[in-house]
C-alpha cells in the first residue's frame, strides 16, 4: 500500500508491503538517516521524531498507520541551514560527543522548549528521560538546555 | 626513541587550552553526520549472521539449502569459504572467522548471508539448518583455573615476601560484566574494487589493525585491502576486537558487490567483547599508623571463550592491584581463564576498575580497624613520583599528584543535605525522606596510559599546509571523545596557522595511528602531530628566512614575507611517526618498567539510600584528575561527566546476567544503561602539572573517571547502609536483604 | 471491528507489539490500526476508552493510575502506548494493573456480536495471557462508579526511569476498607486478600498490626526469581511498600 502523509511539512509518501516501523521507512527508502536505530524497541530514545504534535519513537510507529499525519524528524527541525536554539546551545556547551544521541535529544528538547520557553531543571530532565547518552554523562546537554532556560548552571 | 622538543609559546585562536567548537558538531546536531550504519553504496547487499544458540556444541553439520532457496539471497557462507587464515584476534589469533567443528560461545558466528534486503538477510541467517550435538560448557572460572584451561596466568612478587604487619584486614570481592554499550551499533560497509580487493568502511577503533586480520583470513595482499576510519557511535571498547569485518569483506568478495551488515542491539550484545568480570580477593597488612607493610591479592578474570585482550588486561589488573600506594611487600598472582561465557576484552579501564574495587574497599577497612579518616589513611601511603611502584617496581618518573587529589577532594564542599532531583526510588513513589540515609564514600584509582609490556606502540601523522590551512591527516579513530579537535587544536599551536581540520584517512595514506583506546591517542597521534608541525614550521621559517608563522604567511621583523596563499602553493608536508618512551616486558616476577605513563584521579561519591528497599541514588560525584595539561578543558570535563556516569551504571544497575553461558538480558530493556534522571551532579577539578612526555605535557584524560568512581559510590553506600558491600554493581536485595 | 474479527493483529501504540515486530518475532500479515479510532480514545467519567494513552492519564487520571501512568517507559512511551495495550498484552509488571485490582475495575471487549465486561479476575489468566476471544479487541476499561478517597502507587525499579517493574503495587482505603493491588509478584496482578482482610477490621493500626499486614503480604504473594530480581527480595518489596503506601492512606 502506499501512505501518504507530511513530513517535515511537505507531502510525502511511502509504500508499504510488510509490516516495518516508520523508522525503517524513513532510513531506508526515503533515505532521512538523521533518526537513528540503536535497541528496537523504543528503549533509548534515539528514533525520536514528532508524530501528530507528539514526539514518540519511530522504531514503534507502524509505517503504515501514519496515512494523513504530520511527521517531523531531526532533518526538519530546524530550517535550512540554521540550528535552532537547542542545536546551537548544544554545540556551544560541548553536548555533543560520538552524536548518535544528538538527534534525538534535538527533536525531544525542542518540543519541549516550543511548549515552554523556560522550563526548570527538573522539567528538562523529565522530558529527556526517554533519551539515552551513553558519552556525555548528561552534564553538558543539561548546562546547554539550562542556558537555553535562561539559566547559568 | 622520539622526544617531544620545546616549541615557540604560540596563542592562536583554537590552540591548546582553549575549547574550540567540534568541526563535526554542525552535522552531528542536524542528523547529517554519516556513521557506518549510515552508509550505503550503489547495489548494495545486506549482511546478517547466523549465530550459535548454544555456549558449547558440536558442529554436527551446516545445510544452507533452506537459506539459499529464499528469494533474494545472494550467498551463505561458511568456515570452509575462508580462503586465508582461519582464526582472527587482536593479540592471539584463535577466533574462528566462522565456528568449524565447534562453537564455544553464545552467540558464535557460525555463517554470513548476504541478501537483496535487511529483512530477507536475517530471516535467511535464521533459515540455515544447523545440527549441533550439545556439549557441557564450562562457565565456572574457578573450574577453569584448576583445569589450567586459562590464556594467562600472572604473578608479581616485589620485596621481602616474610614482611607482616600488626594490622590485617582481608575480604572477597567481586566485579560484574559490564557492558560497553555504545550507543552506535556495530555496522559496515565492505565494497569490492572489481580488481579482487576491496574497501571496509566498518565501526572500529584501530582501522591498521582491522587491515591486518581482513589480508590474513581473506589470502589477499595487503595493499589490495583498505580500512577507512568512519563516524563511530561511540567505542569504549567494544570496537577493538573484529567483529563483522571479516565477514563483510567475504561477502562483498564473494559476490561482487557492496555489502552493508548492521547489529541490531541483542546481536551487538552478543557480537562484541564485554569488561572481564572478576573474582578477587585481599589481604593488607599495615602498621599502628596505617602505613602499608605488605599487600597480597589473588585476582581471577574470566576471558571467555577466545583471548581478545585478556593477558592484557589480567596484566593490568595485577600491575594496579595495589593502587596509587607505596608497599615494599607485594604478592600478586592473577589468571584469566578460558570457558564457554561470552568473550571479555577491552572495555575503558582495562583491569584496573576490578581491581579498584577491591584494594578501595580494603583500604576503607584499614581505616575503620585503625579508627582513621579514610582519606588519612590514603594520605599516608600516597604514592608520589620518584616512588616505585608497589607491583612492578617501575620508578615513577612523570607526575602523579596523589596528595595533590586527596586533598583537592577533602576541600570540596559537600551538597547540602536536601537536593532537587531523584530521591532513591524516582518517580517510582516508593521512598519517603524518613527512609532515607546519606552516604558518603572516597576512592583513588590509578592507571596506566598507553599500551604496557614492551608493546612497541607507535602513531604516525602527517601536517600539511594547503590552501585551505592546514590538514591533520591521521588514521587515529575519533569515536566522540574529541580527537579530531584536539588535533587540530595541537597543529594550531605549533605553527600558529588557526585554519586548520583534521582529516581521517584509510590505511593505504598512512601508517598505523595505533588503537584509539588505553587513554594513549592524545598523547601518542598528539605527539606525532605536534612533532610534525613544529618540524614543518622550523622548515618552513629556515627556508623563508622568518621568524614567525602565522595566518598571514611567514613573517619577519612583523612583516609578511611570504603571503600564505603563495606558502600554501609549495608543497609543504611533514610525517611523523611518534613513540613514547619505550616500556619492557615484565620478569618473571612482574618487575620491569612497564607502562609508559600513569594518571590518578579520585572519586567522593556522595548517595542516599532507602536501605529498607535497598535501593540507591547518586547525588553527587566529586572529582580530582591528573591531567597534565588540558589541551581542550570542555572535552576534558565531557570525558570525565561520561566515564563517572558508566562507573555509576557499574555500581548500581549495569550487569550483563549470565546463566549457562548465556546472555539472559542483552538488550535495553533489562541492561539498564544510567538516564538523564540516574546522573548525579559532578564537579571536577583538573589538576595540572608539567612533566608528562604528551603534547604541552597532557596525559590521557578517558580512562581514569571510570576507575574508582564506581569503588566511591559503593564506599558511599556502605557509609550509608553499614553493610559489607564486596560487589560491583549492588542490587537491591544486596543491602535490603 | 470486522477486520478484527478476521485475524488481523490490533495495532494502538505500538510499544508492545513493534518490539515483537522490530525483533522478528511477530510478522502480522493484516494490521488493525486503532490509534485514531475515536471511540477507542474516547473518556467519559469513569470508562476509560482503550486507545487513551498515558500521557493523558497521567494528566488526567485518578491519583494511583495517574502516578502508575508516570512510571510508565518514557515521555515517548507515554505519548504512544495506551491503558488498552498495556491490558492486552497482560505482562505480570504492567504498571496500571495494580490500580484495576485495586480498585476492582472491569474491562469492556468488543467485536462484531457486541461487548461484553469482564471482571479483572476473569480477565487475566496467565502470564501474557487473557481472556480475550479470538475477534475481540479490548475497548476499554470501566472503573467502579466510587474509587476509594485514599489511593497510592509505588514501583521499584533499579533506575529512575525506563525500567520493568520489579514489584508495583496500589494501596486504597475508604471507609476503613483497604484493598492491595499488586504486580510481578505473581503470573498475573493480585490481591493480597489476606492482608487486606485483616487490617479493613482495625480501625486506627498500631505499628504492630502494621507488622502483621506487611508479613502478610509477602506471605501472599507467588514471586519467582529471574534475570531482574529474586524471589525473596519481590517478597521483601512487596510487604514494605504495602506498609509504606498504606501508612499513606492512613495519613
Known sequence: MIVNFTLNGEPANARVVSPVSLLDVLRDQIGLRGSKSACEQGECGSCSIVLDGDVVCACLVMAGDVEGSEVTTVEGISSGDVLNGVQAAMHEAGAVQCGFCTPGIVVTA???FAANPHPSTGEIKSALAGNICRCTGYGAIVRALDSLAGRRS | MTTTRSTPHLTVEGGVGDSPLRPDGVPKLRGRFDYASDLVSEGMLWGATTRSPHARARVVSIDVAPALAIGGVHAVLTADDVPGRAVFGLEHPDQPVLAGEEVRFWGEPVAVVAAEDDDTARRAAAAVLVEYERLEPLVDPEEADRRDDVFRRMRIRRGDQETRGPIVVEGHYEVGMQDQAPLGPEAGVAVPDGHGGVDLYATSQFVHVDHEQVVASLGLRPEQVRAHPTGIGGAFGAREDVNLHIHLCLLALHTGRPVKMVYHRSESFAGHVHRHPARMWFRHEADHDGRLLRVEARVIIDGGAYASTTAAVLGNACYFAVGPYRCDSVSVDGVGTRTNNP????????????????????????????????????????????????????????????????????????????????????SGLTTDPEHVTRGVGYALGIKNLGFSEGFDDSAQARVRLTAEGLVVETAAIEVGQGLATVLAQIARSALGVSKAEVRHVDTSQIDSAGSTSASRQTQVSGGATLEAATSLRERILDTHRGDDLSDEGVMRDGRVVVPMAVLAGESWEETVTFRHPPTTAPDENGQGVVHADFAVAGHRAVVDVDAELGLVSVVKVDTAQDVGKALHPEAVRG??????????????????????????????????????????????????????????????????????????????????????????????????? | MAAAGQGATPLAGGTDLMVEVNFGHRRPDEVVALRRVDELASWDGNRIGAAVSWRRIERDGPRALAQAARTVGSPQIRNAGTIGGNLATASPAGDGHPFIVAVDASIELASTSGTRLVPWTEFFTGVKETSLRDGELVSAVELPEELPDRQEFAKIGVRNAMVIATVCVVVTRSDGKVTVGLGSVAPTPIRAHGAEEMISSINKPSESDLDEFQRLVSEEVRPITDHRSTEEYRRHAAGVLARRLLVRCLR
Open chain 2, 343 to 426: 568473550p571479555c576484552g577491552a572495555m575503558r579501564g582495562f583491569g584496573a576498575v576490578q581491581v579498584c574495587v577491591g584494594y578501595e574497599a580494603q583500604m576503607d577497612k584499614l581505616a575503620r580497624a585503625l579508627d582513621l579518616d579514610p582519606l588519612e589513611v590514603r594520605r599516608r601511603n600516597a604514592l608520589a613520583t620518584g616512588d616505585p611502584m608497589p607491583t612492578t617496581g617501575q620508578v615513577i618518573t612523570t607526575p602523579l599528584p596523589v596528595v595533590d587529589v586527596i586533598d583537592s577532594l577533602a576541600a570540596m564542599p559537600l551538597p547540602d543535605a536536601g537536593r532537587s532531583g531523584s530521591v532513591p526510588g524516582g
Open chain 2, 639 to 737: 570525558q570525565i561527566e561520561g566515564g563517572i556516569l558508566q562507573g555509576v551504571g557499574l555500581a548500581i544497575m549495569e550487569e550483563l546476567v549470565i546463566s549457562d553461558g548465556v546472555i539472559r538480558n542483552p538488550n535495553f530493556t533489562d541492561y539498564l544503561l544510567p538516564t538523564i534522571l540516574d546522573a548525579p551532579d559532578v564537579e571536577a577539578l583538573l589538576i595540572e602539572q608539567e612533566g608528562s612526555w604528551g603534547p604541552f605535557g597532557a596525559k590521557g584524560v578517558g580512562e581514569p573517571p571510570t576507575i574508582s568512581s564506581t569503588s566511591a559510590v559503593l564506599a558511599a553506600i556502605r557509609d550509608a547502609t553499614g553493610k559489607d558491600i564486596d560487589r560491583a554493581p549492588v542490587r537491591p536485595q544486596d543491602i535490603a536483604l
Open chain 1, 110 to 112: 525542542t518540543d519541549l
